[in-house]
């Protein structure tokens, strides 16, 4: 099912057949665990189709092609909106606007079905300097560093918060 289309970029719904790829990436439809094994991939995506009220996961596509996925999920209880997390699975399809369009797509979309959502954010670590101007591509503001939060190292690196929040 298509959620959004822009230009070469399509987002929609992930089908079982998407699994087996999303299967090799940590993180990339649920951030409560790495969903890395086949049969709890798939057992998650007959409960929840990877899309409740609190977090949700949607196929990035390119020509009828799974590129990637992107995600949201509850920054904090206290916190009037989401984390959104993104990736592109071959390096071939990076640094191509992809990236950009299904994030463009992806904030639209969350406010436009969220009224309660006002605030959008980004955790990008800060060596990721693609993935920091793909954010400011997008509206997206650096308002800081958050230490010791990254999550691709044994060690957590330093990362920026990104946010975008809802004009009034």
Request: proline content about 2%; aromatic content about 10%.
């Amino acid at each position: 099912m298509i959620v959004a289309r822009d230009g070469r970029v399509v987002l929609r719904r992930i089908a079982v057949a998407d699994l087996p790829q999303i299967s090799g990436f940590e993180y990339t439809v649920s951030i409560v665990e790495p969903m890395t094994g086949r049969g709890r991939l798939a057992e998650v995506f007959a409960q929840t189709g990877f899309w409740t009220e609190d977090a949700g996961a949607l196929a990035i596509t390119v020509a009828d092609r799974l590129v990637g996925t992107v995600q949201f999920y509850r920054s904090g209880l206290c916190i009037h909106g989401y984390e959104i997390g993104y990736i592109l699975h071959g390096a071939a399809d990076r640094g191509k606007g992809y990236g950009a369009e299904a994030l463009r797509m992806f904030t639209g979309l969350l406010f436009a079905e969220r009224p309660a959502c006002h605030r959008l954010q980004l955790i990008i670590e800060t060596w990721n300097d693609a993935s920091a101007r793909l954010a400011e591509a997008c509206g997206y503001q650096r308002e800081g560093v958050l230490r010791k939060a990254g999550y691709s190292s044994a060690i957590p690196e330093d990362c920026f918060i990104y946010s975008r929040v809802r004009e009034s």
